[in-house]
């Protein structure tokens, strides 16, 4: 294959291994394989630029990888798949995005994936465009040219609504949050306030799980009937953080959500983010302390450095 072909109704880039289910003779399915600039033989059998015949055997799984090296499964059509045998390629991914205000270009062809279970810093210099990327990952801001995706769906943006598969911890937590919101009301929001088409928890259920993730955060129960300007900054945060995670989102995007905060406070919330990266959550860090990264981060990359003037560049 050279440039983008069409297989089985997917789009698939130079470099990109694709495999197809086929019916064989004696019943069992196989994969038949294209590989780059392959021709596919009968019975499963393929031929590589240099001859070499290939065969791919059911039940093994055929992976490849797209063009930022995410890997993408090909199954047999009794497990879940994209059209084509294809699997979607999970992650939080921005391909190609631009962005410019008032004729000056912030982002130019950036991209970057963000997968599942792992913290990912953010660093560079001030003004390089951290929190427009971040506003475009949440889905807060529609870049002029690229595509965001999570695990294969597109993020939509809707004005002052963020899907509940993503979440964002911003740097003040006095701008984010309503000063005429009580701390229960203020976690509480997201709950009562879905994007149609996505999932709403019952209403009877809110003060539950409101109470479930103000604990995990370390807010008591009194500090829930509090307004934001009867509690201190780190309080305010930790309930901004609670909003954030009160739907479960697959990825969290954090703002320099710790700039604000001493040390012991931001110890707590980086614990609290850890614990919910094991379980799966993808995290996001901005940052302009890269101590801080260094010790929470599993992969740092850095936006508009010597390596990737215009580009980020990261794999699963």
């Known amino acids: 294959m050279s440039g983008t072909d069409v297989v089985n109704g997917i789009s698939v880039g130079s470099g990109m ?14 994969p038949e394989v294209v590989t780059p600039d392959g021709v596919v033989a009968p019975g499963g059998l393929a031929q590589d630029g240099l001859g070499t015949r290939v065969k791919a055997v059911a039940p093994v799984e055929v992976v490849a990888q797209d063009g930022l090296g995410t890997p993408v499964k090909a199954v047999a059509p009794d497990d879940v798949a994209a059209p084509g ?24 062809g950036v991209s970057m994936s ?19 990327l971040a506003r475009v990952l949440a889905g807060l801001l529609v870049p002029q040219a690229g595509t965001v995706t999570h695990d294969g769906a597109p993020v939509v943006t809707r004005r ?10 911003f740097q003040s937590p006095r701008r984010s949050c309503n000063p005429q ?62 909003r954030a ?10 703002d320099e959500a710790t700039a604000m905060l001493d040390a012991l406070t931001t110890a707590s919330i980086v614990a609290v983010l850890r614990r ?7 995290v996001l860090a901005i940052s ?8 929470w981060a599993d992969d740092i990359i850095e936006l508009g450095g010597p390596a990737s003037a215009s580009s980020v560049n990261t794999a699963a």
């Open 17 to 30: 291994s694709v495999a197809r289910a086929v019916s064989t003779p004696a019943g069992p399915v196989a």
């Open 85 to 108: 045998g294809l699997v979607r390629p999970e992650g939080l991914v921005a391909q190609g995005v631009r962005v410019s205000f008032d004729g000056r270009i912030v982002l130019d």
């Open 114 to 132: 963000l997968p599942r279970g792992r913290t990912m810093g953010l660093v560079g210099p001030s003004g390089i465009g951290k929190s427009t």
């Open 160 to 169: 002052g609504r963020m899907s509940n598969r993503i979440g964002m911890l």
């Open 181 to 242: 919101q009580r701390l229960g009301e203020l976690i509480a929001e997201p709950l009562r306030y879905r994007p149609r088409g996505e999932p709403r928890t019952p209403r009877s259920a809110h003060a539950a799980r409101v109470a479930e993730v103000a604990a995990e955060v370390g807010l008591t129960t009194d500090l829930l009937g509090r307004l934001p300007a009867e509690v201190s900054d780190g309080q305010l945060q930790r309930a901004a953080l609670a």
């Open 245 to 254: 995670l009160v739907t479960d989102p697959a990825y969290l995007i954090c």
């Open 276 to 282: 919910r990266t094991e379980a799966g959550l993808g």
């Open 288 to 295: 302009h302390d890269r101590e801080l990264l260094d010790a």
